[in-house]
């Protein structure tokens, strides 16, 4: 399929408005809402307790992990996502048939199984390691 | 867009009034006839309301962030087909230049040049006269002319239907005859934001978790631990159920053969509903949809009673408006998602065809949304029926359970495409596994936690009773 940038326009313009909607409510609540300012409401609230220390402290290395393995999975999902629209599908009445050739289909099927089996082992290491244990 | 803010507001008090019913209270019922005036008034409180922004916050990005909550959750919106965009995707034919070269057809050289330049894609004869995509449409009945007939000579060289033959079926197949494609108005405006976006459900995907730097950025800059926590839940818990969200999809795009909404939409119009042939994939979309938008059994960045309001909990006025519409907006999109993939888009039944003619415009634009508020009701239904998730229990529910699922549902997929094995296979398939995992739950032994968990002044009574049964899901 051919790929044509105009088709993308109405997103462009689409985006526009919808920035342009944003800005326009928080500039609006800006200048409308009154703003008197007290020591107390410029505090960070935490249930009413004076706060102690900054909120930017360590915090678990876990979501690191959750991450990377995120980038592994969804970086697969973006290999597997053009391999399913090309995938032969049964032509029924009107429907186009498949775009791969006869001969590469099953070696397709074969390389793909292949392919999440790689991501499942990484999926079992990651498991055994304890990357999904939350303590 | 002004009307998917207007449903936002009336779905902020469908709300609460299904809360208020689920409560047994009365909810709101001030402002107009049984508080039906009462969003209206939400956003004029929302615009008049005092701006505070705290002194330790980081000023750019603290107000960029509701922005790019909001912005991501419209945009999202943007490839939704909420009616039939005309024409069918399905017809449009897919050969590329090279295949039209190599059909033989008696043509003068400069006729033939002139083909080629048209690039090739046919739309239905005389429908477009100015196609979205613009180059690709024939000008002229010549033109047209050659065109089919450059078609049907390389349909008959390669014995594959040709392009009218494609046309007359899928008009028979949908109750259609061609004079249906010259109608009125409604069949003529596009009901999609943006039409023909080929990868449409991808874009959607993109865009949607896009929306985890806004809830990122809200929570970071506001420099408040309980907005931190919250934000550091909220994009562990949404960048983790986008994998489950994504391979669901998978099958639905492997037995439909397209990214395009309303290609899948199509396919169901032909062979039933997904939900028929995939209800394990249909289940793992809506729990990974709900924690997308964090719905209550999953709503752990913004638990009132551990975080306040999580990452937005130093944000008042139109900027907390905002997160709050984002969130609304996220959830009719992803129920218009359900919808399309699963539950046949505009179609009434399955298996029952869809209305033509101009009454079937407005049929389908009804049925689809009434579907999407069914699936809405469903949602405020679920949140007073299931309680919160514990933390672990929310990520182990989504690396534990949904993906090895979904990683299988796949490969069945797989598996009965390849070898041209009937779809109901999947039924028993999907349902097999469904109670295979139930079960497994349900008989799992529960092993005790490896390294118990330490409270600071429960150190010598050991941990508490509900420790032992974390590992449940392990």
């Given at each position: 399929m051919d790929f044509a940038l105009s088709t993308y326009y109405p997103i462009f313009l689409f985006l526009l408005v919808v920035v342009g909607f944003a800005v326009s409510a928080l500039v609006a609540t800006h200048l409308l809402g009154p703003s008197r300012r007290t020591p107390v409401k410029q505090m960070?609230?935490?249930?009413?307790m004076d706060p102690i220390g900054d909120a930017r402290q360590h915090f678990d290395v876990k979501f690191y992990l959750i991450a990377i393995l995120f980038l592994v999975f969804d970086v697969e999902l973006l290999f597997l996502y053009p391999w399913a629209a090309m995938y032969p599908w049964a032509s029924g009445p009107g429907e186009p048939s498949s775009y791969l050739p006869g001969e590469f289909q099953s070696l397709v099927f074969w390389e793909v199984l292949v392919f999440l089996l790689s991501v499942v082992v990484a999926y079992i290491y990651a498991w055994r390691r304890g990357v999904f244990r939350w303590r | 867009m002004g009307a998917l803010q207007g449903t936002c507001a009336y779905l902020i008090l469908a709300e609460r009034k299904i809360s208020a019913w689920a409560q047994d209270r009365i909810g709101p019922n001030r402002v107009g006839p049984w508080g039906l005036l009462q969003p209206i008034a939400d956003g004029i409180k929302f615009l008049l309301k005092e701006e505070i922004i705290p002194s330790h916050v980081d000023k750019l990005f603290y107000i960029v962030g509701p922005a790019i909550a909001l912005s991501t959750a419209l945009l999202a919106f943007s490839v939704v087909p909420f009616g039939p965009t005309t024409p069918p995707p399905v017809l449009l034919d897919r050969r590329t230049d090279e295949m039209v070269e190599k059909s033989r057809i008696p043509l003068a050289a400069e006729e033939r040049e002139h083909i080629l330049s048209l690039s090739f894609i046919i739309q239905t004869p005389k429908m477009y006269q100015d196609s979205p995509r613009g180059r690709v449409w024939p000008q002229t009945e010549t033109e047209e002319a050659y065109i089919l007939a450059a078609d049907r000579a390389y349909s008959n060289a390669k014995d594959i239907d040709s392009y009218e033959d494609r046309l007359e079926a899928y008009n028979s197949a949908y109750n259609r005859s061609p004079k249906d494609y010259n109608l009125g108005i409604l069949e003529n405006i596009q009901y999609v934001i943006a039409p023909h976006i080929d990868i449409g459900i991808v874009f959607n995907f993109a865009i949607g978790s896009l929306a985890v730097y806004g809830i990122v950025l809200g929570g970071w800059s506001s420099n408040n631990k309980y907005s931190m926590l919250g934000a550091l839940r909220s994009s562990a818990q949404l960048i983790s159920y986008e994998i489950p969200l994504g391979m669901s999809v998978l099958g639905v795009m492997l037995v439909?053969?397209?990214?395009?909404l309303e290609t899948i939409i199509d396919y169901q119009v032909k062979h039933g509903w997904n939900i028929l042939y995939q209800p394990l994939a249909a289940l793992l979309f809506v729990t990974s949809v709900f924690a997308e938008c964090n719905r209550l059994p999953f709503d752990l960045p913004e638990a009132e009673q551990e975080l306040i309001g999580g990452y937005h909990t130093e944000y008042s006025a139109m900027k907390f408006a905002l997160f709050f519409l984002g969130e609304y907006t996220h959830m009719i999109t992803t129920s218009f998602l359900v919808v399309v993939l699963f539950f046949g888009g505009w179609e009434v039944l399955p298996w029952l065809g869809l209305p033509g003619g101009l009454g079937g415009v407005v049929v389908k634009l009804a049925v689809f949304a009434f579907k999407m508020c069914l699936f809405i009701v469903f949602y405020m239904l679920v949140r007073w029926t299931v309680p919160r998730f514990r933390f672990d229990q929310l990520m182990g529910l989504t690396w534990k359970v949904l993906l090895p699922l979904a990683l299988v549902n796949v490969v069945c997929v797989i598996f009965v495409k390849q070898f041209q094995l009937t779809e109901w296979l999947l039924l028993p398939l999907s349902l097999g596994m469904l109670i295979f995992i139930a079960a497994l739950t349900l008989y799992m032994p529960r092993q005790r936690s490896r390294a118990p968990v330490r409270f600071s002044g429960h150190v010598a009574s050991g941990p508490p009773a509900y420790v032992h049964d974390e590992a449940a899901l392990d």
């Amino acid at each position: 399929m051919d790929f044509a940038l105009s088709t993308y326009y109405p997103i462009f313009l689409f985006l526009l408005v919808v920035v342009g909607f944003a800005v326009s409510a928080l500039v609006a609540t800006h200048l409308l809402g009154p703003s008197r300012r007290t020591p107390v409401k410029q505090m960070p609230y935490e249930s009413g307790m004076d706060p102690i220390g900054d909120a930017r402290q360590h915090f678990d290395v876990k979501f690191y992990l959750i991450a990377i393995l995120f980038l592994v999975f969804d970086v697969e999902l973006l290999f597997l996502y053009p391999w399913a629209a090309m995938y032969p599908w049964a032509s029924g009445p009107g429907e186009p048939s498949s775009y791969l050739p006869g001969e590469f289909q099953s070696l397709v099927f074969w390389e793909v199984l292949v392919f999440l089996l790689s991501v499942v082992v990484a999926y079992i290491y990651a498991w055994r390691r304890g990357v999904f244990r939350w303590r | 867009m002004g009307a998917l803010q207007g449903t936002c507001a009336y779905l902020i008090l469908a709300e609460r009034k299904i809360s208020a019913w689920a409560q047994d209270r009365i909810g709101p019922n001030r402002v107009g006839p049984w508080g039906l005036l009462q969003p209206i008034a939400d956003g004029i409180k929302f615009l008049l309301k005092e701006e505070i922004i705290p002194s330790h916050v980081d000023k750019l990005f603290y107000i960029v962030g509701p922005a790019i909550a909001l912005s991501t959750a419209l945009l999202a919106f943007s490839v939704v087909p909420f009616g039939p965009t005309t024409p069918p995707p399905v017809l449009l034919d897919r050969r590329t230049d090279e295949m039209v070269e190599k059909s033989r057809i008696p043509l003068a050289a400069e006729e033939r040049e002139h083909i080629l330049s048209l690039s090739f894609i046919i739309q239905t004869p005389k429908m477009y006269q100015d196609s979205p995509r613009g180059r690709v449409w024939p000008q002229t009945e010549t033109e047209e002319a050659y065109i089919l007939a450059a078609d049907r000579a390389y349909s008959n060289a390669k014995d594959i239907d040709s392009y009218e033959d494609r046309l007359e079926a899928y008009n028979s197949a949908y109750n259609r005859s061609p004079k249906d494609y010259n109608l009125g108005i409604l069949e003529n405006i596009q009901y999609v934001i943006a039409p023909h976006i080929d990868i449409g459900i991808v874009f959607n995907f993109a865009i949607g978790s896009l929306a985890v730097y806004g809830i990122v950025l809200g929570g970071w800059s506001s420099n408040n631990k309980y907005s931190m926590l919250g934000a550091l839940r909220s994009s562990a818990q949404l960048i983790s159920y986008e994998i489950p969200l994504g391979m669901s999809v998978l099958g639905v795009m492997l037995v439909s053969g397209s990214l395009n909404l309303e290609t899948i939409i199509d396919y169901q119009v032909k062979h039933g509903w997904n939900i028929l042939y995939q209800p394990l994939a249909a289940l793992l979309f809506v729990t990974s949809v709900f924690a997308e938008c964090n719905r209550l059994p999953f709503d752990l960045p913004e638990a009132e009673q551990e975080l306040i309001g999580g990452y937005h909990t130093e944000y008042s006025a139109m900027k907390f408006a905002l997160f709050f519409l984002g969130e609304y907006t996220h959830m009719i999109t992803t129920s218009f998602l359900v919808v399309v993939l699963f539950f046949g888009g505009w179609e009434v039944l399955p298996w029952l065809g869809l209305p033509g003619g101009l009454g079937g415009v407005v049929v389908k634009l009804a049925v689809f949304a009434f579907k999407m508020c069914l699936f809405i009701v469903f949602y405020m239904l679920v949140r007073w029926t299931v309680p919160r998730f514990r933390f672990d229990q929310l990520m182990g529910l989504t690396w534990k359970v949904l993906l090895p699922l979904a990683l299988v549902n796949v490969v069945c997929v797989i598996f009965v495409k390849q070898f041209q094995l009937t779809e109901w296979l999947l039924l028993p398939l999907s349902l097999g596994m469904l109670i295979f995992i139930a079960a497994l739950t349900l008989y799992m032994p529960r092993q005790r936690s490896r390294a118990p968990v330490r409270f600071s002044g429960h150190v010598a009574s050991g941990p508490p009773a509900y420790v032992h049964d974390e590992a449940a899901l392990d």
